[in-house]
């Protein structure tokens, strides 16, 4: 069983930095993929950034391409989601996902585990 934990939400302003940490047990990073997915109320849950093939690939969702940056944390043994230029539209939970490597990275039904979410507001 893998057990994912995000940490690092909460509530910055506009323009605003925030990083999200995703860490899990074992060498989970070595053999999954990993994502950050994220949904805002009333909304489906959407592909936001991945890390996949044992760190050496990058994905981003157009909305988020050159503002946000997904990375390993070797020190800490997490994934973690680096948010620059934050928007009132990036608020939303955000969660980590890992998945067997291989096949789509942005397709969420593809990910087999999942953290339970973390927290980012934007306030205007």
Do not use: H
Not at 18 to 40: E, K, N
Not at 41 to 70: C, H, N, Q
Not at 88 to 114: H, T
Request: net charge positive; aromatic share 10%.
């Amino acid at each position: 069983q893998v057990q994912l934990a995000e940490s690092g939400g909460g509530l910055v302003q506009a323009g605003g930095s925030l990083t999200l940490s995703c860490a899990a047990g074992g060498r989970i990073f070595d053999t999954y993929d990993v994502a950050w997915f994220r949904q805002s109320s009333g909304k489906e849950r959407e592909f936001v950034a991945a890390l996949t093939w044992g760190g050496t690939k990058t994905s981003y969702a157009d909305s988020v391409k050159g503002r946000f940056t997904i990375s390993r944390n070797s020190s800490k043994k997490s994934i973690d989601l680096q948010m620059n230029n934050l928007r009132p539209e990036d608020a939303a939970v955000y969660s980590c996902a890992a998945k067997p490597k291989g096949l789509s990275e942005r397709d969420r039904r593809l990910y087999r585990y999942w953290g339970k979410g973390t927290q980012v507001t934007v306030s205007s």
